[in-house]
């Protein structure tokens, strides 16, 4: 399976009009992956869902396992990359810092926390898929590891806390505890003293309650 960016297989376009894309496919690829489990993402059941012919799928894939490299590819350059984003954008303080990783936690577009729940399922039935949720965990915490040794903590103490800050999260969201994102909120200063030992400035909590606020109904209010 690869890892490189998802492109589209080099073919004529169908003649006629097209009912569908490359992207509704792996759309609804991703929703049943989500509901039902890698094991029901099939190209019959997809073309039903889209009210189209098997035939259109192979404009875009070479074979349904074509489709679920696509998805892996299609969720390492969404969450991973994203959270590696994240980790890397400048901030002033490492409670700020941390506030910039929390935004993959309430903002979907960012970070499709049931995509990834998805994909640690699925790698619990396929060993080529361990290992590349394994490889992307490994990004994710060199990520975080390096962002706390931007603001001075030594190596075993940044490893230590990055890996305290990305597997708690990961429990969190595997919990599935349904929390009002209020209730979260709340807790959002003890967080950040806790994960990093230093107490957030009051306009780090602030402007990050504003930014999950301005998500309306977009945010993860679990």
Known sequence: MTTAAVTPIEKDAPAGNVKVTRDDWLRVAKDILISDGVDSVKVLVIGERLKVSRSSFYWYFNSRQDLLDALLDAWQLGNTAALVRQAEAAAPTITAAVCNVFRCVVNPALFDNKLDFAVRDWARRSGSVRRILDQSDGRRLCALTDMFARYGYDELD???????????????????????????????????????????LPGEVDEFIHYTRSLGGECHDE
């Open 158 to 200: 940044a490893v230590t806390r990055a890996r305290v800050l990305y597997f708690m999260q990961i429990g969190y969201n595997d919990a599935e505890l349904h929390e009002p994102m209020k209730e979260r909120l709340k807790l959002l200063p003890n967080y950040l003293s806790t994960f990093t030992g230093r107490e957030p």
